[in-house]
Nanobody
Framework: QVQLVESGGGLVQPGGSLRLSCATS????????MRWHRQAPGKQRQLVAG???????HYSDSVKGRFTISRDNAKNTVFLQMTSLKPEDAAVYYC?????????WGQGTLVTVSS
């Protein structure tokens, strides 16, 4: 069974930075397409960024140029570097692993952006 554990969330001031991590276990990480999603209170979960097995990335328009997704296959971990954070980036951030017969989610890490 694939398990995902997010970390790195916290309180940051507008304009600040955070780096989220998602450690996986129980599967073959290098085979998965990895995504970060987020969900703010009262809003639907939205896709933030994704990275393929080969390292091809894509981003939502709202974070493009500010967030960077990366992966370390040797450490079975995917990262989300977030810079120039805005109050509207505040949400619970979830890691997602997708593969053949796989759609696994972590429990999320809370990001608060406030002065």
């Amino acid at each position: 069974q694939v398990q995902l554990v997010e970390s790195g969330g916290g309180l940051v001031q507008p304009g600040g930075s955070l780096r989220l991590s998602c450690a996986t276990s129980g599967g073959i990480f290098s085979m998965y397409y990895m995504r970060w999603h987020r969900q703010a209170p009262g809003k639907q979960r939205q896709l933030v960024a994704g990275i393929s097995r080969e390292g091809t990335t894509h981003y939502s328009d709202s974070v493009k140029g500010r967030f960077t997704i990366s992966r370390d296959n040797a450490k079975n971990t995917v990262f989300l570097q977030m810079t120039s954070l805005k109050p509207e980036d505040a949400a619970v951030y979830y890691c997602n692993a997708a593969g053949v017969h796989l759609d696994a989610w972590g429990q999320g890490t809370l990001v608060t952006v406030s002065s």
